[in-house]
């Protein structure tokens, strides 16, 4: 079975600038999580997806959106890029209690 | 507030011996916790669960104790071996079997540093 994938791998952007990250879950898997990691604060939760509705939500300003498609594949939008928006970006699929992660989008704001 | 910690930020282990990585929680509400190793520039590799029913679980070289009372849960490696060396973090989630859920949603901790080394 296929794991998760993410798209792109890396991405460079402007200050200012807004970026879609694309996410493809393990087949089967309808819930799609979102994750940032930074060097200072870790890994920490954005938002879920299940069935095309976003269930729970982090502690992320409303630059940071998302969606499901019906296809459970899922994209996250980061508008007005910051430059503390620099970090690795995962998505992870789950069936039950596990959660299996994507590789990750690496994203540096210039 | 930190609700998941691990105080240990690194470990070091010689190839053979057991590696004990801890980790604290703080909130009642979780009831699922895991496990999972990674390599930098990498997503999180899950290792192993245990629900809050549990108290222990085995997965070949790999074991985690659950201690609910004290909100501690700790991941055994044995034997250890030189390519476990990595980042391990604890994560907990709230599943709804302690009164709370959290769809979707780890907690994770800091993590800790593991090298075995030859």
């Known amino acids: 079975k296929a794991g998760v994938t993410q798209t792109p791998r890396y991405l460079i952007k402007t200050r200012g600038q807004q970026v879609t990250l694309s996410c493809s879950p393990i087949?089967?898997?309808?819930?799609v999580s979102w994750y940032q990691q930074t060097p200072g604060q870790g890994l920490q939760f954005l938002f879920e997806?299940?069935?095309?509705?976003?269930?729970n939500k982090g502690n992320f300003p409303g630059r940071f959106s998302g969606r499901q498609f019906s296809n459970s594949r899922s994209e996250m939008n980061v508008s007005t890029l910051e430059l503390g928006d620099s970090a690795l970006y995962l998505c992870?699929?789950?069936?039950?209690?596990?959660?299996?992660f994507g590789p990750g989008t690496r994203l540096t704001v210039t | 507030d930190q609700q998941v910690k691990q105080n240990s930020p690194s470990l070091s282990v010689q190839e053979g011996r057991i590696s004990i990585l801890n980790c604290d929680y703080t909130?009642?509400?979780?009831?699922?916790f895991l496990w999972y190793k990674k390599y930098p520039a990498e997503g999180p590799t899950f290792l192993i669960s245990?629900?809050?029913?549990?108290d222990k679980n085995e997965d070949g070289r790999f074991t985690v104790f659950l201690n609910k009372s004290a909100k501690h849960l700790s991941l055994h490696i044995v034997p250890s071996q030189p390519g476990d060396s990595a980042v391990y973090f604890c994560?907990?989630?709230?599943?709804?079997?302690?009164?709370?859920?959290?769809?979707?949603?780890?907690?994770f901790g800091q993590g800790t540093i593991l090298t075995v080394h030859p």
């Open positions: 909130n009642s509400m979780f009831d699922y």
């Open positions: 087949s089967g898997h309808r819930s």
């Open positions: 245990i629900s809050s029913i549990k």
């Open positions: 994560a907990a989630s709230a599943n709804g079997n302690a009164g709370g859920t959290s769809y979707g949603k780890l907690t």
């Open positions: 997806y299940f069935s095309e509705t976003q269930r």
């Open positions: 992870a699929s789950s069936l039950l209690g596990e959660q299996y």
